[in-house]
């Protein structure tokens, strides 16, 4: 079992920006990839970034240039740092860990953008 906790979501104004974290307990062995997805109300969950095993990273064509992925091996903690943040990215994000059986996901941090 992998267990992931998030932290750092909050309001922030437009243009500014916030790193949000994901902690994972358990079982971490044979990841395949880790990443996040957020959720608005009445919409399907989108991707907005993931990073395989080997590095390779697919970012949401609306957060590329503003948000960047990145990782801890020894805190098994994955960082989503979101830079010139806009109205639109107001959302629940959840993190995610896949393996080879299941993906494991996190509770949700709501993360709104508004002046």
């Known amino acids: 079992q992998v267990q992931l906790v998030e932290s750092g979501g909050g309001l922030v104004q437009p243009g500014g920006s916030l790193r949000l974290s994901c902690a994972a307990s358990?079982?971490?062995?044979?990841?395949?990839?880790q990443g996040w997805y957020r959720q608005v109300p009445g919409k399907q969950r989108e991707l907005v970034v993931g990073?395989?095993?080997?590095?390779?990273?697919n970012y949401a064509d609306s957060v590329k240039g503003r948000f960047t992925i990145s990782g801890d091996n020894a805190k098994n903690t994955v960082y989503l740092q979101m830079n010139s943040l806009k109205v639109e990215d107001t959302a629940v994000y959840y993190c995610?860990?896949?393996?080879?059986?299941?993906?494991?996901w996190g509770q949700g941090t709501q993360v709104t953008v508004s002046s």
């Open positions: 995610y860990l896949q393996t080879i059986a299941t993906t494991y």
């Open positions: 358990g079982s971490t062995a044979r990841i395949y990839g």
């Open positions: 990073i395989s095993s080997g590095g390779n990273t």
